[in-house]
Each structure stands twice: as C-alpha cells, then as structure tokens.
C-alpha cells in the first residue's frame, strides 16, 4: 500500500495538468494510466486532427497553387509519410510530457485501475491510498444501435487518425466538430465526402450564422451534406458500405465515419459502489469538480462539461488549486473558447445570438464581412466575425468564421470574460494588415465608427 496527497486515475488532458498543478504545489502525486500518458489528445484526439488538417492544407495549397503564380501541382498524398509526420509531432510531444511528469516528482503507475475504496484506487493487485481521489477517465466514441465498429469499413475517430490511406469515398455520420474537421481531411485528401446529421445544421451547437456560413463553404468545396434526416441501417459489403435514412435515401461509400459524439469511460471502475453521483455514466460535480463523496473529485470529458482538452486542463488546475486551499475562481464555461479546426474555421466564445435572447439580454448584433479585411483577401478566404452584444453594454458572443480565426480566440476570450463593450476596445489600434485587425473592425463598427465596414 502506498500513500499519496491526491490519486489520479487517468492520464489525459484533465489527469495530468491536475497531476502537474498538485507537484507544483508541493504535494505528493500518483498519476494511473492504462494506456499513453496525454491521453485522446495527444494520441487519438487533437494533436493527430490537426497534423492531418494541415497537411490537407498543404495539399490545397498546391492545387491553388498557381492562383498565385506559384508553379506547384498536386499529384497525390502519400499516407505513410503523412503519418511518419503526424506521429512525428505526437512522438515529440508525448516525450516532452513523459519529461515534465518525472521532472515533478510525480509517480507513474501503468495499468488499469478501479476504485474499490473512497480513498483508494487498486491497479496491478497494488493499492494507492489518497487524502483525494481524482477521477479522470475521460470518454470513448459512442456509435449507435445496429452500427457495428470494425475499424475497416465502419469507423470511429480512434482508427480514422491512424489510416494508411485515402478511401475513394467516405460517409460521415455526424456533423459535429470531429465529423467536419475529418470531412474537411478528407475532402482536402481528394476523397469523395458525405456528411449526414440529424439535426438541421452543421456545428449545431454554434451560432446559427456561422453554421450557414461554414454550409456555404463546404458546399462551395464540394463537400456534401444531408442535413436533419436520421439514421437507420448501415449495411457493409465487400467492398462498400451503404447508409440508408429514415427517409429512404442511400448512400454507398468505402468507408462510413461514426461521429456521434463521445460517452464517459465510467462503467466498471467502481464509482457508483463507493456512492458516486452519477448520471447517463457522467460523474456530477459541483462547481469545484467535487464529486458527492467528500475527498473524490472528477476532470475532463468524464463530467458533463464541455469535451474540450483545454477545459480538462483548466479543471485539472482548478482541483489542484481547490485541494491545496487556494480558493480557486469556478469555470465560468459560456467563456471557454471553442473551434472547429476545419477549412475554414469556426470559432467561438460567449454566448449564440439564441442563447442571449433565451437569457433575457436585450441583445444587439453586428456581422463584419471578411470581405472588407486585406489579410482575408490576401489568403482568399471569406467569412465573418459576429458580435453580439447586450445593447450599450459588454460583449455576449463573439463568432467567426474563416482561414485561422480560431487564432483571433485569444483576443476575442479577453473581450468576452472580462465585460468588454464595443467601445472599450474600438480605440485599440490592430495591425494592419492581420485578420485580428477585423476584430478591432468589427468594435468600431458596433461602437458605431466603422472603417471599412459596408452598409
Ligand atoms: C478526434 C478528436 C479530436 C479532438 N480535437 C480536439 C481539439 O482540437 N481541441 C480540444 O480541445 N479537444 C479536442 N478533442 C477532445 C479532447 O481530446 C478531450 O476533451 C480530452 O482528451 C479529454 O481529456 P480527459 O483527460 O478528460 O480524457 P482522456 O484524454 O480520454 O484521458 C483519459 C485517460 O484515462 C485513461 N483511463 C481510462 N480508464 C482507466 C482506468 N481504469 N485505469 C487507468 N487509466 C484509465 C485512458 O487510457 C486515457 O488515457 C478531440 C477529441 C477527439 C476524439
């Protein structure tokens, strides 16, 4: 048996910048993982999306080549390599962690863990007592009655980052986040992509607005989509999958993506018998990340917050900071940052024009067209930045869509969490020319001075 200050039982996102944030502040840590330390994230999430983005990105750029008198042709990917590099960047990264972990002081257990105490968790027939328990097994990709994952012909986002090589045509069910960046993988790939979501729109849970404007881009990129029609049977052949609809219609691909979200890993560890509060799997919290055992807490994509790393990291440091009494400030999530790492993007901070409403907020709004921003046009992106604002007050919502907006988040967060109004930041002169600086374009227009604003 051994004793620690805090016990971590997963070692994504949340676990270990919870993990890195306890060592920093002196306390004893055991940190479990069954797997890779860094967790989705680094191995299955982020960081694997976005090499394979990029590298679509490179590959656009070179059947755009000469649009800008550059003499490149685009003869086709090269999977391997494109691995090679992608497992490149996580190999350096989950190196770089595995350093920072032992360089804390922090103890590394590999193996599975349960909880089979409140205050201890038993991996490999070792036991690991804390003063605190901190859950943080993060989740899994979901599918759907009827739809059987091979990893071959029907997929999840765990074996579409690790492919060897470009299917001819791909359905995707579900347009979230992680369905739109691997279509716009894909489509960039030169794969034939189809997107089916139940609901009306694409990146649902954004803005209206930037879902119609990232529709208009897709379409314009040939990417398809069938929007609010459901699911009903998947049927694999030798050689093809076929998706049929509630309505009837079909749809034959070589591979079928499921991206219908992610579920918590909760089943099984112990939880619900040491007298954890849960619901649909999700272990509930207060605004602490305190579980309804004193002494046991729960991170990341396990509590239903926002499936985000960054929100992991923040809960991670805000339970570190809570158990060594630093009174941490709660999350306040409306002002976390989000994006959709596709071509182009969208992001976004705040709330949606709908939610403000449905709060009670006399809202105002207003649209900068990327059209007017020399940078945009330099990249031959279009898009918007959109704000909403309660009416001679702060800033509510701030949406955007286009090449690098996600970039703009940084600004875009500041003005948000700290109740900026659009005439607070309208004197801040922007460089000229950036993107950001249709950030400083957009204020000055809602504060009613726009430059090089239409209409
Ligand atoms: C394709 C994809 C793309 C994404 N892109 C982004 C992005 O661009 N930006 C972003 O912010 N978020 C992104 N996410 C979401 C992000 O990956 C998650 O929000 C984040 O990884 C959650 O961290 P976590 O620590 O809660 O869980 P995880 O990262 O899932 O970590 C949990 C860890 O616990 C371990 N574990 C589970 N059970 C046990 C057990 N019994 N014993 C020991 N260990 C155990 C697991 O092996 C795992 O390593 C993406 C996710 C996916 C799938």
New binding site residues.
């Given amino acids: 048996m051994a004793e620690f200050d805090l016990v971590i039982?997963?070692?994504?996102?949340?676990?270990y910048a919870c993990a890195l944030r306890s060592a920093q502040l002196g306390k004893s840590v055991v940190l479990?993982?069954?797997?890779?330390l860094g967790?989705?994230?680094l191995h299955?999430?982020?960081i694997p999306?976005?090499a394979l983005l990029h590298a679509g990105e490179i590959a656009d750029n070179s059947r755009e080549a000469s649009h800008y008198g550059v003499n490149a042709q685009f003869l086709s990917m090269d999977m391997p390599a494109v691995n090679t590099y992608k497992d490149g960047v996580v190999g350096k990264l989950f190196k770089g962690l595995q350093g920072l972990v032992k360089s804390r002081g922090i103890t590394f257990v590999e193996?599975?863990?349960?909880l089979v105490a409140k205050n201890t968790v038993e991996v490999n027939g070792e036991k690991y007592v804390g003063k605190n328990v901190v859950l943080?097994?993060?989740?899994y990709?979901r599918t759907l009655p009827g739809l059987e994952i091979d990893g071959k012909r029907i997929m999840t986002?765990d074996h579409a980052?690790a492919l060897d090589y470009v299917p001819k045509s791909v359905i995707v069910l579900g347009g979230g986040v992680?369905g739109c960046?691997f279509a716009s993988v894909w489509k960039s790939f030169g794969a034939e992509v189809t997107i089916i979501e139940a609901l009306p729109h694409l990146v649902a849970l954004e803005d209206e607005s930037s879902s119609k404007l990232l529709e208009r881009a897709f379409r314009k990129r040939g990417i398809n989509f069938e929007l609010g029609d459901r699911f009903k049977t998947a049927k694999v052949s030798a050689d093809s999958v076929t998706v049929t609809l509630e309505n009837g219609k079909e749809f034959t691909a070589d591979v079928l993506l499921v991206a219908v979200g992610?579920g918590p890993?909760s089943s099984n560890?112990g939880y619900e018998e040491q007298g954890v509060t849960m619901e649909r799997g999700y272990v509930i919290v207060n605004e602490k990340c305190q579980t309804s055992v004193p002494g046991i807490w729960a991170?990341?994509?396990?509590i239903p917050t926002l499936?985000?790393?960054?929100?992991?990291f923040g809960e991670g440091i805000l339970v570190a900071e809570e158990i060594a009494g630093l009174n941490p400030r709660p999350i306040n999530y409306d002002g976390v940052p989000r994006?959709t790492?596709s071509d182009p993007e969208v992001a976004s901070v705040g709330l949606t024009t709908a939610v403000a409403k449905e709060r009670g907020h006399d809202v105002v709004e207003l649209n900068y067209d990327l059209a007017g921003n020399g940078k945009a046009q330099i990249l031959g992106t279009s898009g918007s930045i959109k704000l909403v604002a309660e009416k001679n007050g702060p800033v509510l919502g701030i949406h955007m869509v286009g090449a690098r907006v996600g970039e703009l988040l940084a600004e875009a967060q500041l003005i948000y969490n700290w109740e900026a109004s659009a005439t607070d930041v309208a004197p801040l002169i922007h460089a000229h020319p950036t993107l950001s600086e249709a950030m400083g374009e957009a204020h000055m227009a809602l504060a009613g001075k726009p430059l090089h604003a239409h209409g």
Avoid: F, M, N, P
């Avoid at 479990?32 to 890779?36: A, G, N, Q, Y």
């Avoid at 193996?111 to 349960?114: A, E, I, L, T, V």
């Avoid at 943080?136 to 989740?139: E, P, Q």
């Avoid at 499936?307 to 992991?312: F, R």
């Fill in positions: 039982l997963g070692g994504g996102s949340g676990g479990i993982e069954s797997d890779k967790g989705t994230c299955r999430g982020c999306t976005k193996g599975h863990g349960k943080a097994t993060g989740s990709a986002s980052t992680i960046e992610r890993v560890l991170v990341g994509d396990l499936q985000l790393a960054h929100v992991g994006v790492y």
